[in-house]
């Protein structure tokens, strides 16, 4: 039996996953409508464009520190220099850009490699416990921590592509506009980037990078074809593809970006039906776990109630 202390603690518990969960959905409603008001007041001119916002306090001063700690590590020449290009590759095609974000990471490791063991041995309750009991729970820990930051970015990178292959036609029909409305092709990456920062900043920040390339580098080609190798993304790797076709072979820029989204909406749409198409199969299971013993009852039901009283009298 629980105590009274013990429900205490467990409604005080509800109750706090109850506000932080509400506190969490405010705050995440607040924000897009502070990033709607925000995008348009910049698209009818009566405020500039926000810049990016700087983290300030004990969180700053917290990522700070493990920048620090992972630069220092990284620099240090413990981790082999391929092992470093493959973390950086992997940090850009999630969204994380230049070295801090790779320091970062590499610091986050670190901390929590030693900080969850650390913590697990003041928190947990292993005081009375066996040496090989407690060396296996913080050597558990430990490789929690280590992997931890890789779970978490894996899965922030396959969040970040999943927004850009759907956010992509978007972008796509904007350059048609664009190429439309006479302007080049850096014009028009550059217009899409700027005109997508607040709707959907993935592609905005993936087309913005492929403008600064092209404006710092003499071989256009290569800046074209780096917006898909930055990412690993098929239809990103297309784009980059039929856009430098179209300046090496003077083909009409506006069909082929037509034809493209065509192609990327209808592929959209063939994932969407198969996803449905899984629909019953993955509903099976639950039909006959909790729907069919429902109808055994209501159907068979009074037909054995009938049998056990035949019997009892």
């Given at each position: 039996m629980i105590g009274l202390s013990g429900r205490i603690l467990f409604a005080a518990g509800a109750g706090w996953l109850v506000i932080l969960v509400g506190a969490a959905f405010l705050l995440r409603l607040a924000e897009s409508q502070r990033r709607l008001r925000r995008r348009l007041?910049?698209?009818s001119g009566t405020a500039a464009a926000e810049p990016g916002r700087?983290?300030?306090?004990?969180?700053?001063?917290a990522m700070a520190a493990l920048t620090g700690l992972g630069r220092?590590?990284?620099?240090?020449?413990?981790?082999?220099?391929?092992?470093?290009?493959?973390?950086?590759?992997?940090?850009?095609?999630?969204?994380?850009?230049?070295?801090?974000?790779?320091?970062l990471f590499i610091g986050a490791k670190i901390a929590a490699f030693v900080g969850l063991p650390l913590l697990g041995s003041f928190v947990l309750p292993l005081g009375d416990a066996r040496p090989a009991t407690r060396l296996v729970v913080l050597a558990g820990l430990a490789a929690g921590g280590l992997l931890a930051p890789d779970m978490i970015v894996r899965r922030i990178r396959s969040g970040y592509l999943a927004r850009l292959e759907r956010h992509l036609p978007d972008a796509l029909d904007l350059l048609v506009i664009c190429a439309q409305a006479g302007l080049g092709l850096e014009a028009a990456i550059?217009?899409?980037?700027?005109?997508m920062r607040e709707s959907h900043r993935e592609i905005a920040r993936e087309f913005a990078f492929a403008a600064h390339e092209l404006q710092i580098t003499a071989d256009t080609r290569q800046a074209l074809l780096g917006l898909g190798r930055r990412t690993g993304l098929d239809s990103l790797k297309r784009l980059a593809a039929t856009l430098a076709q179209s300046l090496q072979y003077g083909t009409p820029l506006s069909a082929a970006l037509r034809t493209l989204s065509a192609e990327m909406r209808q592929e959209m749409l063939?994932?969407?039906?198969?996803?449905?198409?899984?629909?019953?199969?993955?509903?099976?299971?639950?039909m006959v776990v909790f729907i069919l013993p429902c109808i055994f009852i209501v159907v068979a039901g009074p037909a054995v109630i009938r049998i056990m009283h035949a019997f009892g009298h």
């Open positions: 007041a910049y698209a700087r983290g300030a306090g004990a969180r700053g001063l220092s590590i990284g620099q240090s020449g413990v981790l082999p220099a391929r092992t470093v290009a493959e973390l950086q590759q992997t940090l850009a095609a999630s969204g994380f850009r230049g070295s801090d974000g790779l320091w550059e217009r899409v980037a700027e005109e063939t994932r969407f039906e198969e996803r449905a198409a899984r629909l019953p199969v993955l509903l099976t299971l639950p």
